[in-house]
């Protein structure tokens, strides 16, 4: 049996195909790899057995016109605010958010700040919303 041998040209069409797809492999191993990049500089950083992760949590004030607070939308009256604030305490960076409605006296919001900061809170924050126009 006598088998053919043609020496034909391969179809350019055929190596068009392939080269875009590895162009295509390519780019997108080069935009993978920008999402990968670390930034800073490489540490090892030590070890510790007894190592406690430091997150705080937000604590949040909410305070009405019509004169309710809450704390932690449970409502209170302003001595157990200082209570449970001093219960909570645990370093001056902890975030306090104070929520406070727009027809609030700016006077009710700094006495309710002051109470805020003597306990030793350093960080409040006063909560907003973006206006429209």
Do not use: C, W
Not at 64 to 79: A, V
Not at 93 to 119: F, G, P, Y
């Amino acid at each position: 049996m006598k088998l053919r041998v043609s020496k034909q040209r391969i179809s350019t069409t055929m190596l068009i195909s392939m080269t875009d797809v590895i162009f295509l492999l390519l780019l997108f191993l080069l935009i993978g790899s920008n999402f990968v990049s670390q930034t800073g500089l490489p540490i090892r950083l030590p070890g510790s057995s007894t190592s406690v992760r430091q997150s705080y949590e937000t604590l949040l004030i909410t305070y009405y016109n019509d004169g309710h607070l809450y704390f932690m939308d449970k409502p209170i009256t302003i001595q157990q605010l200082k209570d449970i604030l001093q219960q909570k305490y645990q370093t001056p960076e902890q975030v306090v958010r104070i929520a406070v409605e727009k027809q609030v006296s700016v006077q009710k919001l700094i006495d309710l700040m002051d109470i805020v900061r003597e306990i030793g809170y350093e960080h409040i924050f006063i909560a907003t919303t973006v206006e429209k126009g």
